[in-house]
């Protein structure tokens, strides 16, 4: 059974960082592509960032240089590292696991919720 389990959420102010981790099991997580959602209340869920199998990465442009994903397979873990943290990424934060070639095969985690308090 694969699953996808968030955690490093938490309440921090304004300026702040947090590290989130995503610890995948049951799943080659090397074979994947990893990404970061976050859905804020009342919006849709959004792409934070992602990071290819190879290790190529995306952000979306209100995190550009100040949030940073990685991964570390030999751990089966993924990461996004936030910095200079702002009340609009309030939200709960979630990853996801997607097969390369075959999109529909994806994982999800349950969420961990970050709140940035101005």
């Known amino acids: 059974q694969v699953q996808l389990v968030e955690s490093g959420g938490g309440l921090v102010q304004a300026g702040n960082s947090l590290t989130l981790s995503c610890a995948a099991s049951?799943?080659?997580?090397?074979?994947?592509?990893m990404g970061w959602y976050r859905q804020a209340p009342g919006k849709q869920r959004e792409l934070v960032a992602a990071?290819?199998?190879?290790?190529?990465?995306k952000y979306a442009d209100s995190v550009k240089g100040r949030f940073t994903i990685s991964r570390d397979n030999a751990k089966n873990t993924g990461y996004l590292q936030m910095n200079s943290l702002i009340p609009e990424d309030t939200a709960v934060y979630f990853c996801?696991?997607?097969?390369?070639?075959?999109?529909?095969?994806?994982?999800w985690g349950k969420g961990t919720v970050v709140t940035v308090s101005s």
């Open positions: 990071i290819t199998t190879g290790g190529t990465t």
């Open positions: 049951g799943v080659v997580f090397s074979r994947y592509n």
């Open positions: 996801n696991a997607e097969h390369p070639s075959i999109p529909s095969i994806k994982y």
